[in-house]
Nanobody
Framework: VHFVESGGGLVQAGMSLRLSCAAS????????IGWFRQAPGKEREGVSC????????YYADSVKGRFTISSDVAKNTVYLQMNSLRPEDTAVYYC????????????????????????WGQGTQVTVSS
């Protein structure tokens, strides 16, 4: 499983970033694609996921209303539009994939699936200054 995560950077609070997850060994409309993040000293947490086959999505409460996940099947890429960024959004953001649903529990299963199969990529760093 291969993706390339990009789009991270250093921004001030209140600004926006768009992360990209470009898939190379699978098609993004065949699976659920998720975004996770891991802040220093904290466990990896599920942020959002999208199942393109039916358009269902999930957002963690901490990002609901600020982040939007979407896909461009032609580009085989999934995006995470992050608006109104906060310092607590600072983390390394990772892409994930699997044949799962779009719930908080499904994201936990996806995270374990990624870990067991050693699928995690390098991620992209997002730093939000206050």
């Amino acid at each position: 499983v291969h993706f390339v995560e990009s789009g991270g950077g250093l921004v001030q609070a209140g600004m926006s970033l768009r992360l990209s997850c470009a898939a190379s060994t699978f098609t993004v409309d065949s699976y659920t694609i998720g975004w996770f993040r891991q802040a220093p000293g904290k466990e990896r947490e599920g942020v959002s996921c999208l199942r393109s086959s039916d358009g269902s999505t999930y957002y963690a409460d901490s990002v609901k209303g600020r982040f939007t996940i979407s896909s461009d099947v032609a580009k085989n890429t999934v995006y995470l539009q992050m608006n109104s960024l906060r310092p607590e959004d600072t983390a390394v953001y990772y892409c994930a994939v699997g044949p799962f649903g779009t719930t908080a529990q499904a994201m936990s299963v996806m995270s374990r699936y990624m870990e067991v199969n050693d699928y995690w990529g390098q991620g992209t760093q997002v730093t939000v200054s206050s």
